[in-house]
């Protein structure tokens, strides 16, 4: 199976700092997943994406990591998008250490096992996703009342834009999310 | 008016790069886009956007200037985003050297004065935005007979994906259009 | 470019009453709007059509004449038609003396520069044009609260149901806008 | 139950001309229909509504009464507007000779008893009615296909326009159908 | 006319106790619904049809027989599903004795003359048919507001469920209503 | 977790025939899936709904026992029904004897790793889903030309028509999925 309607280049081929950002996430995962390589086409938007990413999902404070990817599974869901839902589904199992939580909020996050805090980032999330020129002040009001500041609401609508942009990527591209992640969280940890 | 719903951070407090980038879009434009300002409370996030932008927007070759910014206008206008619509369609006119063109894509893409080969363009992006869990083969092909490249189908992708994640900045976070954008390439030059 | 996509009647071979309609418009406004051209190809529906936008939009009291185009330029941008925005939107910012106004209206009213009283009017008449089926009492008391009387609810109702019927027929006939709204008051009066 | 959401207004209070019209409607039916009522509140606006509709309702020649009035069941139905599917209903059953193409035609007309004439109109007559701003040459193309003239063509797309208005005022001022309407048509004449 | 899209089984080669069932209905009714020949050719699914059937509709207690009927209508009328909405709308028109509901329901249950209990019941319905994902305990709130036991909210969701399942296959198979149903119910009572 | 808003009954109050149904599921799958539970609830339409579940599922002949799993995900999936969409994953993993068809089949179908001949009848059951009174003689055509006869056709509609009906009770019910399906299917065989 093609990881994307785009050949991705020849790892030899790639620059230096693009082959090892490659080289360290292998190291850490035991695979690389399918995005870097097809991204990796295209070095300069490589870079801009991961640095997009690295910032709003890897920064210190804030949103919990489990709770960004809760916002990136529920959005990708709506988007269909089939790569975001099966590769960040994985990594929200691992970062909330839950089996469960990653197909139920892809589903329908209005059932999943949340918390009423979660449940509020959702749904601000959601409503960027789907009809982001009716948010208003009333949805930051919501927000601060389930207790997040100003600049988590500004994280949860700058995540759920990101992936607006990644799930149409990998909509249009057809990338294909690794094997390896379909399993991964799911297993009791011994 | 506030140019945001997020305090912009003061110019003197920005980080030298940041800073420059500002003020050579100032230089340029005689103006600063409300979107540096805004974007530039989170230094990190802004410089990953206009590497991303520039990567798309400005590189050489492939679409013309024109016609990336018609991509731009066309699903910002379908996203409702205001800040994009009236931004890029400033944009749109000077490139296009055409006083009507912005308007027109903004309001309905299918009535405006273009040409078939921009017409399979952007009905690959507005497919892109709406609905690309469906982009399949069969849209590739009809853009490879309009005469598009793969690559070329790559940029097309590639700038309504990222401009759906604009709009949505723009549009969460209630970025506001500087007056200046209104005018710009609407009057005849002399 | 065609005006229509039905061949517009030779001004000549038109009734008196007809003829003499359009010179008038052509005496105030300098030009001939592309929708008398085109709808005078049937002169009864021409006498209707204008009998009823006359009614509504030009009769004395009730709703002031920039709150009326900002009706027909918010329900014509939903509904996508080239024609009504940009002839109404020109209209718009003459009645209202205000540059910006129309481009925003019709992108996302919700982020316009625009009263309570405006924003509680724009919201009714959007709901006329896509939703009225749903409508019930409480439209009616929320428009009461914002201090409209049942005969301006009557009013916003009319003109966006008027342009309901407008805004189907620009678009299924492609009338053109004249290339002259474009620019009409967009520039600061000397 | 009241007719209307607004008041109608006394019969002896109303413009002779509007009266007449009135006292004539009852005179061919037995009862007055709602609507004329409910809209002689504004006599310049009920002058041109069926100014309007006499236009394309009665004309001689072109589309048939009975496909005129299928038009108006079918897209009222999609409309949701109960005083047109019910009040039109009965016209249609009339004028078709037909006890069963009402209720067909407003639930669903791709199951209903018409011809592929028919088909085509009212195909026509929905995308009018519910994406105008895409309609194009193809669906011209699709209506001289089927038989339709260019001006039959308009008129479709005319009377779709036109109870788009009708549907929305209607919706809008809960205007009631007279309960006379809901058996006329149905039974066997003898 | 067919009666469905399938060929019906020969009434000879049925089982005996669908060709009781058969019997029975056109013994009462006086001829034999659509649905019931054309469900025949799959006995073991006829059965669970109409034992699923019995069990909502014809249970004693708890919803009257002519809310049970509203829902039907309610929803296959949003479903545009034309055996349901004119076989149950017969059927409605009999139960609630009442010659106009039935129309007034499919066509808008919001304009309809139906007290608020029955509003609030067609509103849940409505949302188990269309939104059924978002249903919470606000839904079952209001309908306990609105004098609904638990076990009666259960049967509103069970109906409007089990003609999302029959709509589809009415739809799907094209299934026609009988003649007869058009007229019944209609007449007064002499 | 209650395995549902309404409460279950005690399994040794339920009548024979359903207690017997439940223990041989129990027996076969190691737990008992909480669809017995909730419905058993109401002991007739319990029976009705699995008599018309194995009547469609379990039949011996025609589509494959993984072709009818892969139309319960698919059309689940679009219905965000948690309960379906994880339990006939789990089912269809089985099934298939595959461990990622049922997430891509979720998520999206048209990405996912199928034969043309799968892909053909998922279309024609999500158009039943979603649109069903738009299903005419070109949807069947399309069938028959890959491969599907009259009565498999059937199949696939009243599989897609049955977990309309599943996926909207066990929505407004909140069907709780056991945490037992989440991992059935997706480990390798050793």
């Known amino acids: 199976m093609p990881i994307s309607r785009f050949e991705p280049p020849k790892l030899e081929s790639l620059p230096p700092d693009i082959a090892e950002r490659i080289a360290a996430v292998q190291e850490k995962s035991g695979f690389v997943p399918n995005v870097f390589l097809a991204l990796a086409r295209r ?6 994406f991961f640095a997009y990413h690295d910032a709003l999902m890897e920064k210190p404070g804030g949103l919990s990591k489990a709770e960004r990817e809760m916002i990136v599974v ?14 960040h589904g994985a990594i929200l199992r691992i970062r909330a250490k839950n089996a469960l939580i990653a197909d139920q909020v892809a589903i329908n996050f209005r059932k999943a096992d949340i918390k ?8 601000f999330a959601v409503k960027v996703a789907e009809r982001s020129h009716e948010i208003d002040d009333s949805d930051y009001g919501t927000l601060r009342d389930a207790g997040f500041s100003d600049d ?9 834009a990101l992936f ?23 297993e009791p940890r011994g």
Chains 1, 2, 3, 4, 5, 6 share one sequence.
Do not use: H
Request: proline letters at 5%; charged letters at 25%.
């Open 164 to 186: 607006a942009m990644s799930n149409r990527l990998a909509n249009a591209f057809s990338i294909r999310p690794n094997d390896e992640f379909y399993l991964m969280g799911r």
């Open 116 to 123: 009423p805090r979660e449940r509020a980032m959702l749904d």
């Open 152 to 160: 988590e609401a500004w994280d949860i609508a700058a995540i759920a």
């Open 74 to 87: 529920a959005t990708s869901g709506l988007n269909k998008c089939q790569y975001c839902v099966v590769a």
């Open 43 to 48: 070095p300069d938007e490589f870079r801009a």
